[in-house]
């Protein structure tokens, strides 16, 4: 990027065009080379790249036991997610091909604001007025909607983003509830954490705020949908494999969830970020589930802010070079 004498070369991958600029910032600040590619890392690539250099990604790439081999034989050593989840990478193996990985940090508002606006989106049938009125129907039968006061949310995952919702949240006069592993004990006042069935079985709202692990691959399935309240709002924010997408159509059709409001959903890695007006849309699932009245779908962009955009790109470098540095950091994953 750009010129001059640089220490070191780092390896971009995903770029979009609006992160280029922060990409140059970096370079020029701490004089290191940054080639940026808007393709993905795969394993084909991989040995293209000069040896001794460190690669940053986002989420589309998949780190696992092959791209880690290889990513050793070229002596990369370092690699950073610009996104905060990272299930994406197989922790075990970069572990095992002794690569460093850490993953981005930015502040949680822009997430938790769009899930608000997910939920309101919901309670106040936004999509189905937005449809009439886009043909000058203003009628209000079927839009009658409800006011966040009178409800109940349960909130799964009280981390940096569940924690922000629920300080939002707040403001609006409902019924919190929380579930996590681990409590936050800066939420006493706000939320009462109570076991995941408790919640299903209380909760007008659920909206789920945890990380895709094993542990909570599909928990939104046939058997705790059944167990939510007739007609319950279910908000994904977080990551689309944490609900089963058969069963969120099954519970869309039987009428048990009454509106879903999905920034994420699984299998969306063909389709994620791309402009597909003109291709023939192969993906059944999500083409037969966002067409509900009651089912706004949108494309995997709550995180997507200026200043969000900033910090991830910021920390994709400054992260390689406290991994580097042997800098103790938070970010680092293994
Ligand atoms: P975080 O690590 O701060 O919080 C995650 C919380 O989940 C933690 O409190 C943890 O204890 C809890 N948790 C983990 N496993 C659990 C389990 N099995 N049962 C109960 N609780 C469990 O993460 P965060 O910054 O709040 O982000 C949450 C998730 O949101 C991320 O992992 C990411 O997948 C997703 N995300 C999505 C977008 C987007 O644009 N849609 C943007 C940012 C983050």
């Known amino acids: 990027m750009t010129k001059g004498v640089f220490l070191m070369k780092i390896y971009a991958f995903e770029v979009r065009e609006d992160e280029k600029d922060c990409f140059h910032l970096m370079s020029a600040k701490y004089h290191i080379e940054i080639e940026c590619s808007s393709a993905c890392l795969t394993s084909e690539k991989i040995p ?49 091909h002794h690569i460093h990985v850490c993953n981005s940090s930015y502040a949680p508002n822009g997430v938790a604001d769009y899930t608000i606006m997910m939920i309101l989106l919901c309670l106040r049938k936004y999509k189905q007025a937005l449809w009439r009125t886009q043909c000058n129907d203003f009628s209000l039968d079927g839009l009658q909607g409800r006011e966040l006061k009178d409800l109940t949310v349960g909130i799964l995952g009280t981390g940096k983003i569940g924690t922000m919702v629920a300080k939002e949240l707040s403001g609006f006069g409902c019924r919190l509830l929380a579930y996590d592993i681990h409590k936050n004990p800066t ?24 990380p895709l692990f094993e542990s909570t691959y599909h928990m939104i399935n046939d ?3 059944a167990k939510m309240k007739k007609g319950v709002v279910i908000i ?36 994620i970020h791309k402009n597909l007006k003109t291709d023939i849309f192969a993906n059944r699932d999500m ?4 067409q509900f009245k009651n089912v706004v779908h949108t494309q995997h962009m709550a995180f997507y802010t200026d200043s969000a955009v900033k910090s991830m790109v910021e920390h994709g470098i400054t992260g390689i070079l406290d991994m580097i540095q042997n800098k103790e950091t938070s970010l680092q994953l293994c």
């Not at 939420?187 to 945890?210: F, G, K, R, S, W």
């Not at 083409?287 to 966002?290: K, P, S």
């Open 287 to 290: 083409a037969y589930l966002r």
């Open 187 to 210: 939420l006493a006042d706000q939320v009462t954490y109570m076991p995941l069935d408790e919640i299903y079985h209380q909760a007008d709202i659920i909206t789920l705020h945890m």
């Open 48 to 96: 293209l790249l000069e040896k001794c250099t460190a690669v940053s990604i986002l989420g589309q790439s998949n780190i696992g036991e092959t791209e880690a081999a290889l990513l050793e034989t070229q002596n990369i050593n370092y690699l950073s997610t610009r996104s905060i989840g990272y299930n994406h990478i197989d922790l075990k193996a970069a572990k095992d």
């Open 236 to 271: 994904n924010c977080a990551r689309g494999g944490l609900s089963d997408v058969h069963a969120l159509t099954r519970g869309i059709e039987s009428e048990q969830i009454g509106a879903l409001g999905i920034d994420v959903l699984e299998n969306e890695e063909d389709i």
């Open 223 to 225: 058997d705790s949908i």
